[in-house]
T-cell receptor, first 111, second 115 residues
Framework: DVKVTQSSRYLVKRTGEKVFLECVQD?????MFWYRQDPGLGLRLIYF???????EKGDIPEGYSVSREKKERFSLILESASTNQTSMYLC??????????FGPGTRLTVT | AQKVTQAQTEISVVEKEDVTLDCVYE???????LFWYKQPPSGELVFLIR??????QNEISGRYSWNFQKSTSSFNFTITASQVVDSAVYFC????????????FGGGTRLMVKP
């Protein structure tokens, strides 16, 4: 079974803090994704990576950056957290052109 | 423009009722893939099905069935004899051939099955 894990289920941060969300997958998938989920908006893609050190912007990259130093790990970075980044963050991984497998999500609250 | 529309934001049924979740998509690609995912209260999206644009055959898996109709750009999902454990948010998603590995999700439908 594919296993995608995320470092925290719940996180509370203050405005202006730098926030790191970590995601690890154990199935040697080349593709990894970060989404945010907000009510009524579904999932929106922030960034994705198709290989180590490679990244592509998704639909809503503003205010975020990513890092992929190892194939199994994909980090999402909020350089200076703001209240409008309060959301559920979901990580996923996949083989090329196959279905994506998701982690349990991190609910981030920025106060 | 939204490419995947799930018009039903919330549906409530009583256990053992049948329920259909609607999904309408928009694409100019002739080759594309459609997906359904289930998100139970635990939060983790679970993959249910993938269908490519050249395969319009309906699919049945236990109590779940999917009706793909290219003529109406719809990919509807029916749960027969619903159970409380079916309560979840369900997402329909589209992957266009020219979008590589990127998925576009609908807004989701929250299904509540009451005992």
């Amino acid at each position: 079974d594919v296993k995608v894990t995320q470092s925290s289920r719940y996180l509370v941060k203050r405005t202006g803090e730098k926030v790191f969300l970590e995601c690890v997958q154990d199935m040697d998938h080349e593709n990894m994704f970060w989404y945010r989920q907000d009510p009524g908006l579904g999932l929106r893609l922030i960034y994705f990576s198709y290989d180590v050190k490679m990244k592509e912007k998704g639909d809503i990259p503003e205010g975020y950056s990513v890092s992929r130093e190892k194939k199994e790990r994909f980090s999402l970075i909020l350089e200076s957290a703001s209240t409008n980044q309060t959301s559920m963050y979901l990580c996923a991984s996949s083989l090329s052109l196959h279905e994506q497998y998701f982690g349990p999500g991190t609910r981030l609250t920025v106060t | 423009a939204q490419k995947v529309t799930q018009a039903q934001t919330e549906i409530s049924v009583v256990e053992k009722e049948d329920v259909t979740l609607d999904c309408v998509y928009e694409t100019r690609d002739t080759t594309y893939y459609l997906f359904w995912y289930k998100q139970p209260p635990s939060g983790e999206l679970v993959f249910l099905i993938r269908r490519n644009s050249f395969d319009e055959q309906n699919e049945i898996s236990g109590r779940y069935s999917w009706n793909f109709q290219k003529s109406t750009s719809s990919f509807n999902f029916t749960i027969t004899a619903s159970q409380v454990v079916d309560s979840a948010v369900y997402f329909c998603a589209l992957r266009e051939n020219n979008a590589g590995n990127m998925l576009t999700f609908g807004g989701g439908t929250r299904l509540m099955v009451k005992p």
